[in-house]
């Protein structure tokens, strides 16, 4: 009976009784030192152990090799690409240098890139104090905020005609930025003016300044010299600013009571999703020019702007029901037990609260949105990422490290553009969840 | 969504179906560029020596010239010209959308062109034919050593029809590699994914100028095509067809008889008939075509004969360097010829 | 009484009644969409007649006389633009499976990774997906494709991995197999070995919940799926073999090539949406409660039989409606062919066909009704294995 095994026993049998203590089990593996974080972070498991250990190995074989590529053995100024072409040399950033003006601004005309710069951070500063959430901090951010993106355009990349150009035509439009910002802050204007300056006022006079008007004494610029980095922005504010009114009302269509109604916005919504961005602008470009009469054909930018719009506000709705899903029926309910209409009860109750709580939705569809208009060079237009793919065909710079350099260069900005984007979108999101949990 | 499908297939079909549409009417374009105040171009998004934008947005290039041209026609400056790059991919749709009135984009001349999309070429501004450009280092002497090679393309052009057609009569097994752009594939080709690149032999010499060793490749002899190129318009519009082909007889007859941009001013004060009359000293000879009579004398004066716009972009006058060849004058061994103004 | 009933009820204008007001609304909007649409059919079909655009669908027999790098099922230039555009459409649904199959092994590797205790393997994974997620995918291809592959050595000088398999900037150049008489035995066995497996899967499901006996589905599997052929494979003296190609001329003749467009096309979607599969993944796993977790433990499972029996089927739930998204993005971004030169669906026939027969409206409007296809398709599958795996509440 002693030996036999615990379980077998028969239940009504209460005769074992155990005569002798057990074996003291041997004691647990530390995890306090240097030893016990190396036991629990590096080699706890038969699959992760070696694993880890084939990424140390991995990283101890490449990093080396990087850091001279990127850094010891780079080329960093240079008149043409001979010094790149030397064998065994590293990344050619004096190309990049070189080519900046293009990346930035395409073949805009270079006395009037301060037109750009102008319009670029007016955008910024309105977009900050739209995204920033207010609070004691929110001055201090704000400014940190409006300030870092053009400084990072501005400093973080200085062409060599940027440098000579800065103190005189730069500063003013620096400062102009800071002025608007400050005086967004200290006048205290309403969050729904603000929207109202970005979503109405800031297009038309963005359009102004950068095609030129010769009423304000502008020179005209036609959009076929529009390029870089600057475009890239601009199609994606445009459908940024395009599609957050149109997704929100795709997204109250497709919640509607009206069968015609909610029909459209499904039909539309799910066609757009359903189908490649690339055919859209295939569709935009072609199509588009069939569609409307003879004489209005659309200009060359502006087809895969509409296209590219279109594509946002069917992914904006999408997002936004989610938000309009997540309000509870008893706000719907309140609100109709006070006689609002139900516009009334969009604008003042549902959407408000709809809206906040996809914040961080929206960002991150932003943050897509930015990543999809490298797209648009399909259609001929030079984007950020056509400018460094067409200059990289340079046969004056051409060499065998030209590739991976522009492409790293490309990477470094779309990821810290992005990633930036993407922590304000999880800060959001947190902000948010703090608010709710009580 | 499977409506969608339904839905969208039952529109076009009844968008072909309408019927009773009316025709375009008649000859609108010069009055909507007189309009506009510019002429719009469509022209190559970046060849040398056809139509190539600098950094700044400057254009150069034989077909470029050729717009400039029609500009100085119409207006009297050859600088009120829009130009716009096109792929060889929406070049067609762009001119048959009125978009551009005027395409100046190394096209061939074909038949299926002319009257399935309905174009119509004014003239040939350069004879062209297909070619092959390979490495120096691959020993390949004739374009009947390709077999097995793979040949970088641009899609859509009839370069890519014309190969299909050289390796499928000569039997010969070959790996086409088609790329969206002509940069893209002069891309592919430089860095080794194809062992050949073909198009247009004047595309050749100045795709060769974008290698990071030009000197490292060759033009194979053979010719596998005829690729007559140049300026197209829409139908259904005589008048500015007129202006267009006349721009380019223009130009031709110019260099005949012995018109310069230099000596224009001179030539206006000549004794000979032919040259008064082209000038417009004698007769108007501009007003069939809507334009005043010195139009002659306006394009002369902005961008020169046709042998200078030749020599300038393409010829010894450039770093292309081609020879005049096929494009020399009917009088001096080539083909170019022209009815003259009278 | 009728007279109070009157003043309760006074009479709206018939504006304000909500049924009244909702017809007119949907009114409004049927006539305006009615109205942009038949604009849109009159005025394209005006311009197109007067610009000369074919409106029908005859260029679909003619002969296309051009070439295809890649071709899944016979094409030569003689045959016409509807083949043409079967050849692009294969060449699509192949980059797409591929890459759907192997974005599922990396995602849920790197998502498990995510949560690894082991500090290294979980900061590499976080890097990882942060530099995917955070660039644009066209950045990568390009990238891939430029930088990586077309670097690489030309045919001459190819990278041999031995076993007849050489990397050059033409490709990847795999042995052909060649097929004798017996070889569809092989072919059988794999089949028979599939199917023994799935039969083998439900009896031990049954037998389990009967009583509570597991046995090593996992491994039982494989061995009949690889064992089977292999035995037949010798048995029968060995009916495949392998011819190795052979330089000759410009390239490898003989043996199978993959176009260096389609590893990069590949490589590039599937590093892409592994990043975004990783997060369900990882959000998956973490919509678990970790009291299940301690609970299964509790009750003496092992870690291996928590995770497969209570931490995964939950997980799955939560996992399937995205992961579904991420497929469908990944099939329509295989669109993206176009700028690397592989001869997808869009490139031969939004392409090429669009270019060579000018019939812009119809093949745009297939092209756009393929990828609607496909993803309803998709939808419709994921939806069915959704509703299986749902949990089932009272």
């Given amino acids: 009976m002693q030996n036999a095994p615990l379980g077998t026993a028969p239940l009504n049998d209460a005769a074992f009784l155990r005569r002798e203590s057990a074996p003291s089990l041997p004691p647990p593996v530390a995890i306090g030192g240097v030893l016990g974080w190396l036991r629990t972070n590096l080699f706890s498991g038969w699959v992760s152990g070696p694993l880890a250990l084939l990424f140390i190995a991995l990283l101890a074989w490449t990093l080396p090799g990087l850091i001279r590529f990127f850094i010891i053995d780079a080329v960093w100024s240079a008149n043409d690409g001979t010094a790149c072409r030397v064998p065994g040399t590293g990344a050619c950033w004096a190309f990049v240098e070189r080519k900046l003006d293009f990346f930035r601004y395409g073949s805009y005309p270079e006395f009037e890139h301060w037109r750009v710069d102008l319009t670029l951070i007016i955008g910024a500063v309105l977009a900050a104090r739209l995204l920033w959430p207010q609070g004691k901090k929110s001055t201090l951010g704000l400014l940190a905020f409006a300030l870092g993106v053009p400084l990072f355009f501005f400093i973080m990349l200085p062409g060599p005609q940027a440098a000579m150009r800065a103190p005189l035509v730069e500063l003013p439009v620096l400062f102009a930025g800071v002025g608007l910002a400050l005086a967004l802050e200290y006048s205290r204007l309403r969050t729904a003016w603000v929207a109202a300056l970005f979503f109405v006022v800031y297009p038309v006079a963005a359009v102004l300044m950068l095609k030129g008007w010769a009423f304000i004494g502008l020179s005209k610029v036609d959009t076929d010299l529009w390029g870089g980095l600057f475009l890239s922005l601009l199609v994606a504010t445009v459908g940024i600013v395009f599609s957050l009114p149109a997704g929100v009302m795709l997204a109250l269509g497709r919640r509607s009571r009206l069968p015609a109604v909610r029909f459209a916005s499904i039909l539309f919504i799910e066609f757009v999703r359903g189908v490649p961005f690339i055919t859209v602008l295939f569709m935009a470009n072609t199509m588009l020019p069939l569609f409307v009469p003879d004489n209005w054909t659309p200009d060359r930018l502006l087809r895969p702007v509409i296209g590219f719009s279109l594509f946002a506000a069917a992914y904006m709705a999408e997002e936004i029901r989610g938000g309009l899903q997540a309000i509870s029926k008893g706000q719907t309910e309140g609100a109709q037990a006070l006689g609002l209409s139900y516009w009334q009860m969009m604008r003042l109750i549902i959407l408000p609260q709809a809206l906040t709580l996809v914040i961080p939705g929206i960002v991150n569809i932003f943050i897509s949105l930015f990543k999809d208009t490298t797209l648009v060079a399909i259609v001929g237009i030079f984007d950020f990422l056509r400018t460094i793919d067409a200059a990289r065909i340079d046969p004056v710079w051409s060499g065998p490290t030209i590739s991976a350099t522009v492409y790293t260069f490309a990477a470094a900005f779309y990821f810290i553009f992005c990633f930036g984007m993407s922590r304000y979108s999880m800060m959001m999101e947190h902000r948010l969840s703090a608010g709710r949990r009580h | ?342 | 009484m009728s007279d109070a009933n009157a003043r309760q009820q006074p009479s709206v204008s018939l504006l304000y009644n909500p049924r009244v007001r909702g017809f007119l609304y949907q009114a409004v909007l049927v006539a305006i969409v009615g109205f942009l649409a038949y604009e849109a059919v009159v005025n394209a079909s005006t311009n197109m007649r007067a610009r000369g655009i074919p409106t029908d669908f005859s260029f679909w027999d003619r002969v296309a006389s051009f070439d295809i790098n890649q071709t899944l099922i016979e094409y030569s230039a003689a045959s016409t633009y509807g083949r043409a555009f079967f050849v692009g459409l294969l060449n699509t649904l192949l980059v797409a499976a591929v890459g759907v199959v192997l974005a599922t092994f990396l995602g849920f590797f790197v998502g498990v990774a995510r949560l690894s205790h082991n500090y290294v393997v979980q900061k590499l994974a976080t890097i990882y997906v942060e530099v995917m997620r955070n660039t644009p995918l066209l950045l990568q291809l390009l990238f891939i494709y430029n930088a990586v592959l077309t670097p690489l050595p030309n045919p001459r000088n190819s990278i041999s991995l031995g076993a007849g398999v050489f990397i050059n900037n033409r490709g990847l150049v795999l042995p052909d197999p060649q097929f004798a008489p017996g070889a569809i035995w092989v072919l059988v066995a794999a089949i028979a070995g599939l199917l023994l497996a799935v039969a083998f899967r439900f009896y031990a499901h049954r037998d389990q919940e009967k009583t509570g006996r597991s046995y090593p589905v996992v491994w039982i599997g494989i061995g009949l799926v690889l064992g089977l052929p292999a035995l037949v494979y010798l048995a029968l003296g060995e009916p495949v073999t392998f011819a190795a190609p052979v330089l000759r001329g410009f390239n490898f003749q003989g043996g199978v090539r993959v176009l260096p467009e389609f590893v990069a096309l590949v490589l590039g979607l599937v590093l892409y949406t592994a990043a975004f599969i990783a997060e369900i993944v990882r959000a998956g796993i973490r919509s678990v409660s970790h009291g299940q977790t301690e609970a299964a433990m509790a009750l003496g499972l092992s870690r291996q039989q928590t995770l497969k029996l209570v931490v995964t089927p939950q997980a799955m739930r939560v996992i399937i409606p995205p992961l579904t998204n991420q497929y469908l993005a990944l099939t329509k971004n295989s669109s993206l062919a176009v700028f690397i030169g592989y001869p997808d669906l869009v490139q031969v026939f939004a392409g090429t066909v669009l270019n060579q027969t000018g019939a812009a409206v119809q093949v745009i409007a297939i092209t756009m009704s393929v990828y609607l296809v496909i993803s309803l398709v998709t939808a419709a599958i994921m939806n069915s294995y959704n509703r299986r795996k749902a949990l089932v509440e009272r």
């Fill in chain 2, 1 to 342: 969504m499977k409506a969608i499908a339904a839905v969208l297939l039952t529109a076009v079909a009844l968008g072909a179906a309408v019927t009773g549409a009316q025709a375009q009417s008649g000859s609108k374009t010069l009055e909507q560029v007189k309009q506009k105040g510019f002429l719009t171009c469509g022209t190559n998004t970046g060849l040398a020596g056809f139509g190539l934008p600098d950094d700044k947005g400057n254009w150069t290039g034989l077909d470029v010239d050729f717009c400039r041209g029609v500009a100085a026609a119409i207006f009297g400056d050859g600088t009120k010209v829009k130009f716009i790059p096109l792929s060889a991919k929406d070049r067609f749709t762009a001119l048959q959308s009125g978009e551009i009135d005027v395409l100046a984009r190394n096209g061939t001349w074909t038949q299926s062109r002319e009257a399935e999309l309905g174009l119509l070429w004014a003239g040939v501004n350069y004879y062209d034919g297909q070619g092959f450009m390979v490495r120096k280092k691959l020993n390949v002497s004739s374009a009947l050593e390709l077999s097995g090679a793979s040949i970088c393309v641009q899609q859509g052009t009839t370069t890519e029809l014309n190969m299909a057609d050289f390796f499928r009569t000569k039997s010969m097994k070959y790996e086409a590699v088609a790329f969206q752009n002509i940069d893209e594939a002069v891309k592919a080709y430089d860095s080794g994914r194809c062992d050949a690149y073909t198009t247009d032999a004047s595309g050749l010499y100045s795709s060769r100028l974008k290698l990071v060793n030009p000197d490292e490749h060759m033009v194979l002899p053979e010719i596998i095509s005829k690729e007559p190129l140049g300026p197209a318009v829409r139908q259904g519009d005589d008048q500015w067809f007129n202006i267009v082909r006349w721009t380019h007889y223009a130009m031709i007859n110019a260099e005949e008889l012995g018109i310069t941009k230099a000596n224009v001013d001179e030539q206006v004060k000549t004794a000979n008939p032919e040259i008064k009359r082209f000038l417009g000293v004698e007769g108007d000879f501009g007003k069939g075509l809507g334009l005043p009579k010195e139009w002659a004398f306006r394009i002369i004066k902005a961008v020169g004969n046709y042998g200078e716009a030749f020599n300038r972009n393409v010829g010894d006058g450039s770093p292309l360097k081609i020879k005049r060849g096929l494009n020399a004058l009917w009088s001096q061994g080539g083909i170019q010829y022209a009815p003259s103004v009278r």
